[in-house]
């Protein structure tokens, strides 16, 4: 029997309608075994972190955790059927976590923010609303069992953005989800809370931006390590269809990409696509689990997002584009055929936590330019001026930007790039850095920040027949 891991976002526990939706797919899919992913509560994530960072005042910190504990029991109040097993199951829960929340708190106060307890703080959304779930399903007469993710997910030490270590995983999967699913007697929704897991010293720990995708994926990857069934797949339930190929700010008329494989995916999500995290895609493409995106108020709906290793490869997949950027060129005349200027760049933007998205440099190493976010142009430039070597030998100059990336392997073509700079000079678009990896299906374009809009536009207008219909 197939296997399938469902992943709900925060956009699917807003109301009684809501629920009554998951508890609709859970009828949809009901010969098939399933693990249901669950994510916070819509803002109570959020709103963990601003309260811990801001524990000194304890009238906002009051405040906040009244609102936590009314959002939970307004659910509840909603879903339930009033004292009845569930109801009353599901406020108790919630009175006991909030009671190890202030618990938290207290300690925070005493000790300071330590990593681990902002990943402990911030793993509560996940307990709360996930068990909720589960006893909703088992209020509809439906089998299910809540799970805590630190049970079954062993990460490093990353707090905050931690990377599973699958071996240990496996075996927690082995051990503790197999026989449920291989169960033939039994027909279990497992309920698990997505976004946490924990180290080896049992501290939980968070993944990081798109923690409950990538929960999913981590448990697709070891279910397939594990269970002697490969048929798997992932539902990412969300409020959109799924990847557009381009930003409907940008072109409102945007199609749906349908099919695209893994590495246009992750080309993709890293270059805008805010609805999918690249680091999802890379727990399942060894095993080649297709992943679907799906919208979770039309689940029978044919139109959809799935990422697998199928693909058109006659296609630009989509445009996407980094709206605020600054390119920072550093130039020496005095220099030349001297190595090693790249390596002390990319140093000085590590020792500063400054990432890079885009290198353009001459053979010669004269002149390097690269890109970073705006956000960190200021230190970025800082760092260098405040090395020796970037000051007595170069030139240090700047200015914002933004980028587009256009990728699918049809951008290899160089008719194609040929119709993309046509395009562009139709409109005056001038490019100021282009990259390009050797056989890559993303091509990068540094364009001058008030041309984009006008610049995404005619490439879309001119390779209109190029893109998915």
């Not at 949809?28 to 005042?57: C, M, N, P, R």
């Amino acid at each position: 029997m197939a296997i399938i891991v469902m992943k709900f976002g925060g956009s699917c526990l807003l109301d009684k309608n809501a629920f009554e939706k998951i508890l609709k797919i859970t009828n949809i899919y009901k010969d098939i075994k399933k693990i249901f992913v669950v994510s916070a509560l819509k803002g109570i994530t959020d709103l963990l972190s601003k309260t811990a960072q801001g524990l000194e005042d304890i009238k906002e910190t009051d405040k906040n955790i009244s609102l936590i504990e009314k959002r939970h029991l307004d659910i509840i109040e909603h879903i339930f059927e009033e004292d009845s097993e569930h109801y009353i199951k599901a406020r108790d829960w919630v009175d006991e976590k909030l009671s190890e929340l202030d618990d938290a708190f207290a300690d925070i106060k005493e000790f300071g923010l330590e990593p681990y307890y902002r990943d402990y703080v911030l793993s509560f959304g996940e307990i709360l609303s996930t068990y909720i779930l589960n006893q909703y399903l088992l209020s509809c007469s439906v089998d299910s069992v809540y799970i805590p993710a630190n049970k079954i997910i062993i990460t490093n030490d990353e707090f905050n953005n931690a990377y599973p270590l699958y071996d240990l995983t496996n075996s927690r999967v082995k051990n503790l989800l197999i026989p449920l699913i291989e169960n033939p007697k039994k027909d279990v929704v497992m309920c698990l809370t997505g976004f946490l897991g924990r180290n080896k010293i049992g501290y939980i720990t968070t993944l990081g931006r798109g923690g409950s995708d990538y929960t999913s994926t981590i448990l697709a990857h070891s279910l397939y390590s594990t269970s002697s069934d490969k048929d798997i797949k992932v539902i990412l339930w969300k409020d959109v269809d799924g990847l557009l190929a381009i930003n409907p700010k940008y072109v409102p008329e945007s199609s749906l990409i349908k099919n695209l494989d893994y590495n246009e995916a992750k080309h993709i999500a890293n270059f805008g696509a805010k609805i999918l995290h690249p680091k999802c895609l890379e727990a399942i493409e060894k095993y080649k689990i297709p992943l679907e995106i799906r919208n979770f108020d039309k689940p029978l709906d044919d139109n959809f997002t799935q990422i697998s290793d199928r693909s058109d490869k006659e296609q630009i997949k989509g445009i996407s584009a980094i709206e605020y950027a600054t390119i920072i060129t550093v130039i020496s005349g005095s220099l030349v055929d001297v190595p090693g200027v790249l390596a002390k760049i990319f140093k000085t933007m590590s020792k500063n936590k400054i990432s890079v998205s885009l290198v353009a440099q001459s053979s010669s190493e004269i002149g390097t330019s690269f890109i970073v976010n705006s956000e960190d142009s200021e230190a970025a430039i800082k760092a260098l001026n405040k090395s020796k070597f970037f000051v007595e030998f170069f030139e240090v100059k700047w200015e914002d930007v933004a980028v587009i990336n256009i990728t699918g392997l049809k951008i290899l073509e160089t008719k194609t790039k040929a119709e993309i700079f046509s395009a562009l000079d139709k409109k005056n678009v001038k490019v100021k850095a282009i990259s390009q990896g050797f056989d890559e299906l993303n091509l990068s374009l540094v364009i001058d920040r008030k041309k984009l809009i006008d610049a995404i536009n005619i490439i879309h207008d001119d390779l209109y027949e190029d893109f998915e219909s």
